[in-house]
């Protein structure tokens, strides 16, 4: 299984940027894709993005596109979300998560992941 932690969060003003970055350990080759959510108060985990762990294929929820990035350094393990001009109603645990190879399902859904990072928060206040 693979391991991961998330870090970068912090407290951020609006319009303002951050990156946060997610390691992954262990058995790496069995990612297929690496996905980000969030859960922000009192709301339930989605989906903002996702990135495959052998291409440059990103996929994005439509109401992120053009302010989310995702990135990739393949020799670190390491997947980057970046977030620009950021809303205080981006604020929110960011995951990421391992969608396995071999694994059917939509990497919009939770359920297709099978390794998650503890989540870091990422306030934007106004």
């Known amino acids: 299984q693979v391991q991961l932690v998330e870090s970068g969060g912090g407290l951020v003003q609006a319009g303002g940027s951050l990156r946060l970055s997610c390691i992954a350990s262990g058995r790496t080759f069995t990612c297929l894709t690496i996905g980000w959510f969030r859960q922000a108060p009192g709301e339930e985990r989605k989906f903002v993005g996702a990135i495959k762990w052998s291409e440059d294929r990103t996929f994005f929820k439509d109401i992120v596109k053009g302010r989310f990035t995702i990135t990739k350094d393949n020799p670190k393990n390491t997947v980057y979300l970046q977030i620009d001009t950021l809303q205080p109603e981006d604020t929110a645990i960011y995951y990421c998560?391992?969608?396995?190879?071999?694994?059917?399902?939509?990497?919009?859904?939770?359920?297709?992941?099978?390794?998650w990072g503890r989540g870091g928060q990422v306030t934007v206040s106004s």
């Open positions: 998560a391992s969608f396995p190879v071999g694994k059917s399902g939509s990497y919009y859904t939770e359920e297709a992941y099978n390794a």
